[in-house]
């Protein structure tokens, strides 16, 4: 189960109301506002799993989810939470392996939801080295 979630989105709304009902489930939660803050806090924090958007300054969430991949080489779980939602742009993100997409406005049960479903994946695989 994970522990630690890392919300990262510039919409300091969507990340308040996501930290308060996070933390309402027992989920530690560390937020960042940028693609840089999100890099930075992924190497200190360590999170179990990432909330990431992928319209953020600086930075962009592609090139986070690229960087996560390619560069950092971590197997980081990754809902992506996105106004964007053209079908190009949706495969775009699962190419670059991102986990679970939702598209904004997203009901927070759903963002629960999509949250359990990856750490019972991610349970599973871990079962299957075993």
Known sequence: MFKKILIADDER?????????????GFEVVVAFDGE????????????LLILDLVMPGISGWDVLNWIREQAKTSLPILILSAKDSLEEIKKTYDLEADYYLVKPVRVKDILKGIYTLSALKEFKNSERS
Do not use: C, F
Request: net charge negative; no cysteine; charged share 50%.
């Open 13 to 25: 709304d969507v990340v308040e109301l996501l930290k308060v009902a996070l933390k309402r489930e």
């Open 37 to 48: 803050e999100t890099k930075r806090r992924i190497l200190e924090e360590n999170p179990d």
